[in-house]
């Protein structure tokens, strides 16, 4: 006379189902709730995440320098930009300053799109070539005297040290998600066209900019220049020591950008 089997299991289901849904929004609440703490935290550490991308570009752009000034040929980043300086009369810095424009160039082709963080590259390379003529100017004007005339043993530091300091500022600069250096945002754009992780992409990123540099120096001065022993280590290591700093010791400085460590 009271319910039968079959709507007493009606019952059992409707205060399962319920009891799912009840569960399904706590979980829910906490995953936002987890997500807005993570937020807040990020916005708290902006100014130590911009101090470190600072850091980065300093690094990058003080390696670049130090390759380019080791006498052993300069880096796979700056092979370009040293043809364009000793073929037009330029400066180093501004050399890279029209190398990064074609890099931002490149990727609007291949995304078919200019985002923000593509223009956010344009005052970006600006600030970078300044800054290798900064460091250019240190060394040239005799207050780093001691890179100023390279033995060999001084141009084996300096290229060790212009391989490290770039690779570290590559890493530090990816990790803090501002603005990317023109010549990484155009390695991704390779990545996106080959399917390749980003080390391999950017081992064929510094190739290409290896071959390209040959072609230029034949073509404008009619020899190449500024390729050395030190332009090819420089294929093999910088983004191999970029890739070992990320996975080894990328994680301290991360902790600034996501300090819970969720992931959104």
């Known amino acids: 006379m009271g319910y039968s089997l079959q709507s007493t299991y009606r019952v059992k289901s409707v205060r399962g189902t319920r009891g ?9 609440a906490h995953a936002k709730e987890e997500l807005e703490v993570s937020e807040e935290a990020k916005v708290n550490k902006l100014v130590p995440r911009f101090l470190i991308y600072v850091a980065g570009a300093f690094l990058i752009a003080f390696g670049v320098v130090l390759n380019t000034r080791c006498d052993m040929g300069a880096s796979t980043v700056n092979c370009i ?44 390379s600006f600030v970078m070539g300044m800054l290798v003529d900064m460091f250019d100017y240190l060394i040239a004007s005799g207050i780093l005297w001691f890179f100023q005339t390279p033995d060999i043993v001084m141009g084996i530091v300096m290229l060790i040290l212009g391989i490290l300091f770039t690779g570290i500022g590559v890493s530090m600069i990816m990790s803090m998600n501002f603005v990317p250096n023109p010549p990484d945002g155009c390695t ?16 064929l990123n510094d190739g290409l900019r290896l071959i390209i540099a040959c072609g230029l120096g034949l073509v404008m001065l009619g020899h190449i220049i500024g390729v050395g022993i030190g332009t090819v280590l420089c294929v093999f290591t910088i983004g191999n020591t970029c890739q070992f700093v990320d996975d080894h010791f990328g994680y301290l400085y991360r902790k600034v950008y996501n300090p819970l460590g969720i992931v959104d």
Not at 92 to 114: E, N, S, T
Not at 188 to 203: D, E, H, N, S, V
Request: glycine fraction near 8%; charge should be positive; proline fraction near 4%.
């Open 20 to 28: 799912d849904v009840v569960a399904v929004k706590k979980i829910r």
């Open 188 to 203: 991704q754009a390779l990545c996106k066209i080959t399917g390749l992780p980003f080390g391999r992409g950017k081992w």
């Open 81 to 124: 930009p040293f043809v364009f300086s000793e073929a037009t009369g330029i400066t180093l810095g501004q050399g890279c300053m029209l190398l990064y424009a074609i890099d931002i160039v490149i990727q609007i082709v291949v995304f078919r799109k200019l985002t923000l963080r593509m223009a956010l590259q344009i005052p970006f």
